[in-house]
């Protein structure tokens, strides 16, 4: 006998189904069990459900999101399976809840998201098979609008902002360098705060999007780039972070065009409340940087004949030099200066700061970049002060930086990338925002700073820091720096092909760590 199928459309007076379905958040459910048959007495049989019973037990098993038990309430369970399996999958962001309204007639479904909320009708066609009621099975019983082999699609697209490295590298704000997190922050207004954007759209077969349903848009996308290198940056870092027993920072930029690379510091030099960019220091023997270009301005070469003995007295002070050091023959101990510079002769410059006017010092300072005030967006700094000296004696210690004379990491690094670059740069860490500088004045001559180069180049191949020798283009000063409360500091800067940096290590007592910290940073990056 063959079996006889029978139509029905169920709703109120029994005529029609109707589902409410709205959808958003996530996937939480609250299933009933399914209805059985019931029983009237042990000598009756079974009584089938009713179409709406069947609708019932369909509705509470689509919002439990039971592909199976749903589909096996339908006429077609394998086209069921499949379109139910991948609407859950794909609506995976969104929460879904259903239930029978009071009439026992019309189900509320309940799709739900936490940017949108898409509500719709469906209506049940009942039909009946083998004396059974069972849900006709279209792919519009998921949403009216689907086509055969369509679904629901839930999507999120990131909000806020991204954030990169110089080589376009993702970073997040804990990645950027302690120094300059803050400034960053505060840049960019906290624009990382995403704020999603989600959106339920109607999809084909392949995934591909067809209709958009519901949209919420994200915060507005910016992009925003540092300057910072993160292989430059992790290489500073881990050199820093070598130094036991002691404070440590470098910074590090592009001597080509200012933008900062790198800023380090190791958990002692942030205990210490100081900056890197910020925190200013007696610069030791890297201010002869200074007093050298400001002797060759005022007539020196790198080959004149200066005086290097161990001690000499200006005034009432004597000023010796590091140890025995002492250059040339007694008694005039006469060198190079080229030679005095690679062997920091404190007596040397001393004589030389001793004998310049007023405003030289400070003069040749700011050629250099040293007291320029740049207001670079993302990043306060403070590159240091010299001050004007009428007293001889004051010159004369200023000369080989033991006076008033103070700077930060950041503002020697500026000095290096001004001896390679011939010009002050200009910093910058967010591309795109500009930099502006106070106080700046035209640079020393090209003809100075060669010379400058040179006595830096000596340095590093036969000078204070011969230790590193066999990285070529290497250029550099050393510098130890003795304060009143504690062990010297220790100061290395300097460049190497493009990349220019300070390196200090407070209380170091030498300049001797602060070389071996450059040194392992320079060979990391190559």
Not at 7 to 34: H, Q
Not at 511 to 519: F, K, Q, T
């Amino acid at each position: 006998m063959q079996s006889k199928t029978r139509w029905w459309i169920l709703g109120t007076g029994g005529t029609a189904v109707v589902a409410v379905i709205s959808v958003a958040g996530y996937l939480l459910f609250a299933p009933g069990p399914p209805s059985t048959y019931v029983n009237s007495s042990p000598a009756t049989q079974p009584q089938p459900l009713s179409a709406n019973d069947v609708a019932r037990d369909y509705v509470q098993s689509f919002s439990s999101m039971n592909a199976s038990a749903a589909a096996a309430l339908t006429d077609n369970p394998t086209a069921a399976t499949t379109a139910l399996t991948a609407v859950y999958k794909n609506m995976s962001g969104a929460r879904l809840s259903a239930s029978m309204t009071a009439d026992g007639v019309t189900a509320s479904v309940d799709w739900r998201a936490s940017r949108v909320d898409l509500v719709y009708q469906v209506q049940l066609t009942m039909v009946q098979s083998n004396g059974k009621w069972l849900v006709h099975w279209s792919d519009a019983v998921i949403e009216p609008d689907l086509a055969p082999g369509q679904s629901l699609a839930f999507h999120t697209t990131p909000g806020g902002s991204t954030l990169t490295d110089r080589g376009g590298k993702a970073m997040t704000l804990d990645s950027v360098p302690k120094a300059v997190k803050a400034g960053v922050q505060q840049a960019i207004g906290g624009d990382l705060q995403a704020v999603d954007g989600q959106a339920i759209t109607i999809v084909d077969a392949a995934g591909k999007d067809v209709k958009t349903l519901e949209n919420a848009e994200g915060a507005k996308k910016a992009a925003y780039a540092l300057t910072i290198d993160a292989g430059v940056q992790d290489a500073a870092q881990k050199a820093v972070d070598g130094v036991t027993g002691g404070a440590a920072a470098l910074v590090a930029m592009q001597a080509s065009t200012g933008e900062i690379l790198a800023i380090a510091t190791n958990t002692p030099f942030d205990n210490s409340g100081q900056s890197p960019v910020t925190g200013t220091f007696p610069p030791g023997s890297t201010f002869k940087i200074v007093t050298a270009t400001a002797g060759l301005e005022n007539g020196l070469s790198e080959k004149s004949t200066v005086s290097c003995p161990n001690t000499i007295h200006i005034g009432p002070r004597t000023i010796p030099n590091e140890g025995t050091l002492q250059l040339g023959a007694a008694p005039d101990h006469n060198t190079a200066l080229h030679s005095a510079f690679a062997a920091s002769c404190n007596t040397t410059f001393a004589q030389i700061a001793a004998n310049l006017g007023a405003n030289d010092l400070p003069t040749a300072a700011r050629q250099l970049g040293l007291g320029v005030d740049f207001d670079i967006p993302g990043i306060t700094t403070n590159t240091g002060r010299v001050d004007a000296a009428t007293d001889q004696v004051e010159r004369a210690v200023d000369g080989f930086g033991q006076g008033t004379d103070l700077v930060s990491p950041f503002g020697m690094a500026v000095v290096a990338a001004t001896v390679h670059n011939g010009q002050v740069p200009t910093p910058v860490l967010i591309r795109g925002q500009q930099t502006t500088a106070d106080g700046r004045i035209a640079p020393a001559s090209a003809g100075v700073l060669a010379q400058v180069r040179d006595m830096m180049r000596e340095v590093c191949t036969s000078g204070t820091a011969r230790s590193l020798a066999s990285l070529p283009n290497t250029y550099g000063k050393t510098g130890t720096a003795e304060v009143d409360n504690g062990a010297a500091h220790g100061w290395f800067v300097g460049y190497r092909n493009d990349v220019a940096f300070a390196v200090l290590l407070p209380h170091a007592n030498s300049s001797g760590p602060a070389v071996d910290v450059a040194g392992t940073f320079l060979r990391a990056i190559g």
